[in-house]
T-cell receptor, first 115, second 107 residues
Framework: QVQLQESGPGLVKPSETLSLTCTVS????????WSWIRQPPGKGLEWIGY???????NYNPSLKSRVTISVDMSNNQFSLKLNSVTAADTAVYYC?????????WGKGTTATVSS | DIQMTQSPSSLSASVGDRVTITCRAS??????LNWYQQKPGKAPKLLIY???SLQSGVPSRFSGSGSGTDFTLTISSLQPEDFATYYC??????????FGQGTRLEI
């Protein structure tokens, strides 16, 4: 059974880069699309983007200038980098499998932007 | 962007009730519509994909219908564990994939 686990620093300073990793266990990362979604405190879900093993990516236009999603096949991981963060980027960040629908999710990791 | 609008935003119901949540897209998304359930402090869980296909392991009291711009999620007989927030999601035209604002189902 595939499981996903997000990891990364819980606190990021304004203007710096938020870096998160999602480790895929119980299955290969090579045969699916992989997505990142976030949820600000008390708010709804926002899609950030997705990637495929070929390195192809698709990003939310509202974040595209600041986002990079990449795959590390050798470690069965994919990652999210969001640069120039502000308080508005404070959220729970989820990784998930799929792009037409997301059928497996990580538990989420909270990232707080604060000095 | 395709806007997804759910109604109602919140709903009070009782165990055993039949409940319907509606999701409307700002343009046709054919059947590229998914439903998720989220409980406090937990990740969303996929319930329905492609408008009406029940995800494996999801109880049959959940069902989805619709196509084009109008969709519904129905819970035939509410159970205590069904009290949660429900989100619709369109994946017809990306970027961006968009979610509805959520419907909070309360006792």
């Amino acid at each position: 059974q595939v499981q996903l686990q997000e990891s990364g620093p819980g606190l990021v300073k304004p203007s710096e880069t938020l870096s998160l990793t999602c480790t895929v266990s119980g299955g290969s990362i090579s045969t699916y699309y992989w997505s990142w979604i976030r949820q600000p405190p008390g708010k709804g879900l926002e899609w950030i983007g997705y990637t495929y093993n070929s390195g192809s990516t698709n990003y939310n236009p509202s974040l595209k200038s600041r986002v990079t999603i990449s795959v590390d096949m050798s470690n069965n991981q994919f990652s999210l980098k969001l640069n120039s963060v502000t308080a508005a980027d404070t959220a729970v960040y989820y990784c998930a499998r799929g792009h037409y629908y997301m059928d497996v999710w990580g538990k989420g990791t909270t990232a707080t932007v604060s000095s | 962007d395709i806007q997804m609008t759910q109604s109602p935003s919140s709903l009070s119901a009782s165990v055993g009730d039949r409940v319907t949540i509606t999701c409307r897209a700002s343009q046709s998304i054919t059947s590229y519509l998914n439903w998720y359930q989220q409980k406090p402090g937990k990740a969303p869980k996929l319930l329905i994909y492609a408008a009406s296909s029940l995800q494996s392991g999801v109880p049959s009291r959940f069902s989805g219908s619709g196509s084009g711009t109008d969709f519904t999620l129905t819970i035939s007989s509410l159970q205590p564990e069904d009290f949660a927030t429900y989100y619709c999601q369109q994946t017809y035209r990306a970027p961006p994939i968009t979610f509805g604002q959520g419907t909070r189902l309360e006792i």
